[in-house]
């Protein structure tokens, strides 16, 4: 025979319901953001891989000099074949001694 139900088990009944419903939610929303960063981070890699596969310094050519060989320029600029050119900072390149002031990057 099985037991009757009292209202306190119907209160029970009622709170176990909604105590699933809040947390059915609370793991809807938890899921959606840990998506969220799982596309941020695929995102943030890409952008890396992009930048350090195609953008890369292959050639280094320089013109119309008087003053200095190319091989000098190439040399104090310390720009070389391989480098990124995402992680190169003009400020961070040499100025040649009297080399004019739009030739440095600064």
């Given at each position: 025979m099985a037991a009757r139900k009292t209202s306190?088990?119907?209160?029970r009944d009622r709170r176990r319901a909604s105590n699933g419903k809040r947390h059915r939610r609370r793991k809807k929303r938890m899921g959606g953001f840990f998506y969220l960063l799982l596309v941020l981070f695929v995102l943030c890699a890409g952008v890396l891989v992009v930048a350090n596969v195609f953008f890369k310094v292959e050639v280094v050519d320089v013109t119309g000099l008087t003053k200095y060989t190319a091989q000098e320029v190439i040399e104090a600029s310390g720009i070389q074949a391989g480098d990124s050119l995402v992680k190169l900072k003009s400020e961070e390149i040499p100025r040649l001694p009297g080399a004019a002031p739009w030739c440095s990057g600064q």
């Open positions: 306190t088990d119907s209160e």
